[in-house]
């Protein structure tokens, strides 16, 4: 009977664990939600990655991404995927999950005029994938286009950190 009540119990902790690791489907990203991000991180450091399927570089970094995410999971991080034409929501859904991203906040694009999304976001962005943001406690904005350093993500964590002290 001992026996029985560890394995069940075992049983129950892996299905735990895969419900917790499911990924949600992302929501859509407009102006009203950007700015919900960012009203919603209440003086914590927030990193926003911008992100698209036609990105070769998005594609074979998101596994990093997923264990930089794993890493610091104290810390917000959003990604948005950018496909202009809104790529299918369980198909971004499965890609996160599997990078292992399936428990950070997801976006997609929202139909419409994304020059002016893009421009809400970031007046000098030009569009180009992938582009990260990265907001410290007092609202600094650090921002990279192209493939992501996670050393140097994690130093400025760690200064986004200590500044909060």
């Not at 102006?31 to 009203?39: E, F, G, H, I, M």
Request: proline share 3%; charged share 20%; net charge neutral.
């Amino acid at each position: 009977m001992n026996a029985v009540v560890r394995i069940a119990s075992v049983l129950m902790f892996v299905w735990c664990a895969c419900v917790q690791a499911a990924a949600e489907p992302p929501r859509t990203f407009d102006s009203a939600s950007w700015q919900t991000l960012l009203d919603g991180r209440k003086g914590q450091p927030v990193i926003v990655h911008f992100w698209g399927f036609s990105c070769g570089n998005c594609m074979v970094e998101l596994g990093d991404w997923g264990k930089f995410a794993a890493a610091h999971a104290d810390t917000t991080i959003a990604f948005v995927n950018w496909d202009r034409r809104g790529a299918d929501p369980k198909r971004i859904e499965k890609a996160l999950a599997k990078s292992g991203l399936g428990n950070v906040q997801s976006f997609s694009l929202a139909n419409g005029f994304e020059e002016k999304l893009r421009f809400a976001v970031d007046h000098d962005w030009m569009g180009e994938l992938p582009y990260t943001r990265l907001i410290a406690r007092d609202g600094t904005v650090t921002t990279f286009s192209g493939a992501a350093d996670f050393k140097s993500l994690s130093q400025w964590l760690g200064d986004a950190r200590q500044s909060q002290r």
